[in-house]
């Protein structure tokens, strides 16, 4: 096959297409602890984010996919299954996201020195996004810091999350032409 992307570039591609299904598996773990731990609110609202972390790795993928390249599956690594509490889980998926927000910054500067303009560009739409994760996860976080270990306020952030619905991703590359 053509070599339409760079050896590197694509080696990028494919670890971010792994980055964004761990990012799925970390989050349904994340929903799996709060429904464990009796609130069923924030898990609606984690299994939401993770709804978003599988179309993120499918921009990824369709993206590979259009340049003629090949995606190759790398084993998803094991999440953590426990957390202390709701804060720390929204903390920790608040640093989460600042690490993805890493790994489309150096992808960025990769594309760049590659000269590669079309993932430069797709890039984009994820740059544009990480700044929305980081505040969701963020805002959470800080709600949850507000209302410390005062039930009553938990239980209001709990409710609050649970009315978080799953919007289809508005995306380039999402769903793959000609493809569901
Ligand atoms: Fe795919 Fe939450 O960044």
Not at 27 to 35: G, I, K, N, R
Not at 45 to 62: D, G, K, L, T
Not at 63 to 75: C, G, N, Q
């Amino acid at each position: 096959m053509m070599d339409m992307v760079s050896e590197r570039v694509l080696k990028e591609l494919n670890q971010q297409v792994n980055e964004e299904l761990y990012s799925e598996y970390i989050y349904l773990s994340m929903a799996a602890d709060l429904v464990d731990k009796g609130f069923k609110g924030m898990a609606t609202w984690m299994r939401v984010q993770a709804r978003e972390e599988h179309v993120h790795a499918m921009i990824f993928y369709n993206f590979i996919t259009e340049r003629r390249a090949k995606v190759e599956l790398d084993a998803i690594k094991m999440p953590p299954t426990t957390w202390d509490s709701p804060l720390t889980i929204f903390e920790a998926a608040h640093e989460h996201e600042k690490f993805i927000t890493g790994r489309i910054d150096h992808m960025v500067k990769i594309a760049l020195e590659e000269n590669d303009n079309a993932t430069y560009q797709m890039l984009q739409w994820f740059v544009e996004e990480q700044v929305e994760e980081e505040a969701n996860t963020d805002e959470m976080a800080t709600n949850l810091r507000i209302v410390g270990v005062d039930g009553q306020g938990i239980l209001m952030i709990d409710r609050e999350a649970g009315s978080r619905t799953f919007i289809v991703p508005q995306a380039p590359y999402y769903p793959a032409p000609g493809q569901q």
